[in-house]
């Protein structure tokens, strides 16, 4: 099939071995301008450089967009409400950026009249599916350029060999080949000495968490307050979305905590490992769920639990703007209204622990819940009540015998 031309490219520019490699390629091949689109969701020192890198390499021009407080605000935070957690470990760090760069990135293109854009996901990673599945809501008619399913290149260490011939400077070498990616959120490893699922991740490799065999001694506490679903402070100080998700990603990850080496499923089909470091966001979840406890009604919460694992999913494959993900995000919303509280957390080399939580909307009542003489609970009704509901059971019970012969017929 003849590949389609276009006029102008916005390129998610990193400024790491991919993306670097990715702009070079696109000018040689194309022909024509490329813009590099850099998110600033919380990186930190690798934005200065990328700038550089992008016109140097012979971008027509790079965008660097400070998204870290609607990142956190309009994307973290909602995820958080849900509870999500990617087949019980992971906090979709990687997952929730996607969509958020992507909206950027065509809000770009359409300011500078590009009709391409393209992405360094690898043509077996999820990252493809999520940027593309973006791109293709907010505008179907995009051409979609994913150097990794087009070139010849099959291999980082090919994309090194490719970026020392044409005088590309990159960070990573053969050596020391895993691809890192960071966010406000966290910080992912994968690739390289960590395909092996056997193998210790390397001591050095951590940046945002201390080892916890290497944490303080001593433990900290801090109180987390949560109004309608969201964390708006730490012992009382209140901090924007962003912020807060910075201040406790120091504290946290000073006492090592957020540390998570998993084997996950992607969305294409086959096992990978991954090792991230969250510590900030850990804190939230912990926390949150303590909150949820004194002030969620039982059944929205079994309901809400229910629906966690198909939202996680649904972050994870890249389907953030689906209709599907705002009907339960309108749910998960309508009950994140009731959690305002508060959560004290005990830090301990890697550790986060509960050790108090309160709430003026608390459905917590010591009357009830007491193990002292009360006045309020008929400890007698509970006869009752286990009787209506073994009925059911009572009668199975009874078939059953009566099939093997035996008798009894009483239901009082």
């Known amino acids: 099939m003849k590949e389609k031309q276009v006029k102008r490219i916005v390129l998610a520019y990193s400024g790491g071995l991919d993306t670097s490699v990715i702009l070079h390629w696109l000018i040689d091949r194309y022909k024509c301008p490329v813009a590099a689109f850099t998110a600033d969701l919380g990186q930190g020192e690798e934005l200065e450089p990328a700038r550089d890198k992008a016109l140097n390499a012979g971008a027509e021009s790079i965008h660097i967009v400070d998204l870290r407080e609607e990142f956190v605000r309009d994307y973290v935070f909602p995820m958080f409400r849900a509870n999500a957690i990617y087949e019980g470990s992971y906090l979709l760090g990687t997952s929730i950026a996607r969509p958020c760069i992507a909206k950027a990135q065509m809000e770009l293109a359409k300011r500078v ?102 944490a303080p001694d001593t433990p900290q506490e801090l109180v987390l307050t949560f109004e309608a679903g969201d964390p708006v402070a730490i012992d009382g100080r209140r901090f924007s979305p962003a912020q807060l998700l910075q201040a406790l990603n120091e504290i946290a990850g000073r006492h090592g905590v957020g540390r998570v080496d998993l084997v996950e499923n992607r969305y294409v089909g086959m096992k990978s490992r991954g090792v991230y470091e969250t510590p900030g966001g850990t804190v939230i979840s912990i926390a949150r769920r303590a909150v949820e406890s004194l002030t969620l009604d039982r059944e929205v919460m079994h309901l809400k639990d229910e629906w966690t694992q198909r939202y996680a999913t649904l972050v994870y494959n890249g389907y953030w703007f689906s209709p599907e993900r705002k009907m339960l995000q309108a749910g998960i919303d309508e009950a994140a209204a ?73 239901c009082s």
């Not at 005990?346 to 819940?369: H, N, P, Q, V």
Request: aromatic share 10%.
């Open 113 to 214: 009249d590009a009709d391409g854009v393209a992405h360094g996901a690898t043509g077996k990673g999820n990252d493809q599916v999520r940027f593309e599945l973006a791109y293709l809501t907010f505008d179907p008619s995009v051409t979609v350029i994913a150097p990794w399913r087009l070139w010849e290149m099959r291999s980082r260490s090919d994309l090194i060999a490719y970026a020392q011939k044409h005088g590309i400077p990159v960070t990573s070498t053969a050596e020391k080949p895993y691809s890192m990616d960071r966010n406000i959120l966290h910080l992912s490893f994968e690739g390289g000495i960590l395909e092996d699922p056997w193998a210790a991740p390397p001591k050095d490799m951590f940046v945002l968490t201390t080892d916890p065999a290497d």
């Open 338 to 410: 009731a959690v305002w509280g508060d959560a004290r957390v005990k830090l301990f080399k890697g550790s986060c622990t509960i050790t108090g939580r309160r709430s003026d909307r608390s459905l917590y009542d010591e009357r009830f819940a007491t193990f002292e003489a009360d006045e309020v609970y008929s400890q007698a009704d509970a006869e009752g009540f286990i009787r209506i509901n073994a009925l059911r059971l009572r009668i199975r019970s009874m078939l059953e015998r009566s099939t093997r012969g035996g008798s009894d017929c009483s």
